[in-house]
Nanobody, 122 residues
């Protein structure tokens, strides 16, 4: 099994910064594509940023220029650096990863973390 654990959330004032981490543990061969998603109260979950194992990234338009996703494959950890935070960034942030379990070839399995709360005050 694979566990994804997010950390780094908290309360910050508008204009401030936070760095989220998503650490993978358990039994797997590799963690491939990883995405950070967020869900605000009363809204649908949305993809914020994603990164491939090779480091290719993409971002939602709402966070481009403010958020940076990165990863350390040796540590099986993905980060989300969030700068110039706005009240509308307030949400629970979830990490989603696709894992190969037994080797370099085979089906990928999808895993989610439990989420970490980010609150941006105005």
């Amino acid at each position: 099994q694979v566990q994804l654990v997010e950390s780094g959330g908290g309360l910050v004032q508008a204009g401030g910064s936070l760095r989220l981490s998503c650490a993978a543990s358990g039994s797997f061969f590799s963690i491939n594509d990883v995405g950070w998603h967020r869900q605000a109260p009363g809204k649908q979950r949305e993809l914020v940023a994603a990164i491939t194992r090779g480091g290719r990234t993409n971002y939602a338009d709402s966070v481009k220029g403010r958020f940076i996703i990165s990863r350390n494959n040796a540590r099986n950890t993905v980060y989300l650096q969030m700068d110039s935070l706005k009240p509308e960034d307030t949400a629970v942030y979830y990490c989603n990863g696709r894992a190969l379990l037994r080797g370099p070839v085979g089906p990928e399995y999808d895993y989610w973390g439990q989420g970490t709360q980010v609150t941006v005050s105005s």
